[in-house]
T-cell receptor, first 112, second 115 residues
Framework: QKEVEQNSGPLSVPEGAIASLNCTYSDRGSQSFFWYRQYSGKSPELIMSIYSNGDKEDGRFTAQLNKASQYVSLLIRDSQPSDSATYLCAVNKGNQGGKLIFGQGTELSVKP | GAGVSQSPSNKVTEKGKDVELRCDPISGHTALYWYRQSLGQGLEFLIYFQGNSAPDKSGLPSDRFSAERTGGSVSTLTIQRTQQEDSAVYLC?????????????FGPGTRLTVT
């Protein structure tokens, strides 16, 4: 079992729809969770961080964390073609300093 | 302000040669990380530095890989006797602390091709 798992996709949604990206992690002691967006040929860009159970909203993005179920998700409302990218989930286990464990990423395609 | 910078942006080298990749973190960031990303793959942790503490080298794939960070700022990743499987994008990231609570900010990467 991978430490951080994501569906590779591609996930295809129409423009204006809600895109839902999911991530599960194996270590119950994990404390910090991050979502990165990576456009093709570019480096990852930090878009959301979440540390407590519940929802955290930032513009069109909402991160959701459920530590009991060991999953974290990212919702993108009013999806735009410019949101088409690979979304990486990253987890900090809390006992290894700042090291992040990344999932393989989910490719999102937003169709006009 | 300036982000993380890396050089060179591209490096083509012959198998068996040594290469050095450079990373200049965001000013004030105390933690610095190296990752690599092979084509179509996720990010693989290599090494990280926090202040004057001993680096966490647990992700280095072999003893051909080494890294140093001088003066708590610039870092150099060295790959000796390069192999074709070393071909990847090498990404550097920095953060305010290494406690895991702050996100990491990535540089543009160095694309290494070993022929």
């Amino acid at each position: 079992q991978k430490e951080v798992e994501q569906n590779s996709g591609p996930l295809s949604v129409p423009e204006g729809a809600i895109a839902s990206l999911n991530c599960t992690y194996s270590d119950r002691g994990s404390q910090s969770f991050f979502w990165y967006r990576q456009y093709s040929g570019k480096s990852p860009e930090l878009i959301m961080s979440i540390y407590s159970n519940g929802d955290k909203e930032d513009g069109r993005f909402t991160a959701q964390l459920n530590k009991a179920s060991q999953y974290v998700s990212l919702l993108i409302r009013d999806s735009q073609p410019s949101d088409s990218a690979t979304y990486l989930c990253a987890v900090n286990k809390g006992n290894q300093g700042g090291k992040l464990i990344f999932g393989q990423g989910t490719e999102l395609s937003v169709k006009p | 302000g300036a982000g993380v910078s890396q050089s060179p942006s591209n490096k083509v080298t012959e198998k068996g040669k040594d290469v050095e990749l450079r990373c200049d973190p965001i000013s004030g960031h105390t933690a610095l990380y190296w990752y690599r990303q092979s084509l179509g793959q996720g990010l693989e942790f290599l090494i990280y530095f926090q202040g004057n503490s001993a680096p966490d080298k647990s992700g280095l794939p072999s003893d051909r890989f080494s890294a140093e960070r001088t003066g708590g700022s610039v870092s150099t990743l060295t790959i000796q006797r390069t192999q074709q499987e070393d071909s990847a994008v090498y990404l550097c990231a920095s953060s305010w602390s290494s406690g895991g609570a702050s996100g990491q900010y990535f540089g543009p990467g160095t694309r290494l091709t070993v022929t």
